[in-house]
């Protein structure tokens, strides 16, 4: 979650207020679409990700696209959090994977719960994950 004081401290990466986890995955702003509502990301695949087997832990591509979806609401006019985060793997990110790009977008508004869905793309533009997450709006105090 991001912190009040995070907001001030964006990264020059297009000036958007990101997660720390952001700046430790190396992520990178490549598209903006405010019209429909979407952001795409692109990050590098490193062998520090992989568990024995070699493929990219499950966390680490639940990452990629839970801080592509963050961003975007807050490019959208909302200071929201995640509420649940839920996530299908349908290709292996491994050692010839160089990057992946993870696009996300929002699906529908209803006062202050959204619902985003993201996909996550191998370099080869073959569809590695499919997820979903409810963020919720945060109270004004």
Not at 10 to 36: A, R, S, T, Y
Not at 50 to 62: A, K, M, Q, R
Not at 94 to 111: F, L, Q
């Amino acid at each position: 979650m991001m912190v009040e004081e995070n907001l001030e401290n964006m990264l020059v990466n297009e000036g958007i207020p990101v997660p720390n986890v952001w700046v430790e995955l190396e992520g990178e702003f490549l598209d903006f679409d405010k019209n429909n509502q979407t952001l795409k990301c692109k990050f590098p695949v490193r062998e520090r990700y992989f568990n024995p087997l070699p493929t990219t832990l499950g966390g680490i591509i639940d990452s990629w696209i839970d801080i592509t979806m963050g961003p975007l609401t807050v490019l959208l006019g909302q200071k929201a959090v995640s509420k649940n985060f839920s996530i299908k793997y349908l290709k292996p990110v491994g050692p010839s994977i160089k990057y992946v790009t993870a696009v996300a977008w929002r699906e529908s508004i209803d006062g202050r719960n959204s619902l985003y869905k993201g996909e996550l793309y191998l370099d080869n533009g073959e569809l590695a994950a499919v997820a979903e997450s409810d963020f919720v709006e945060i109270r004004k105090s």
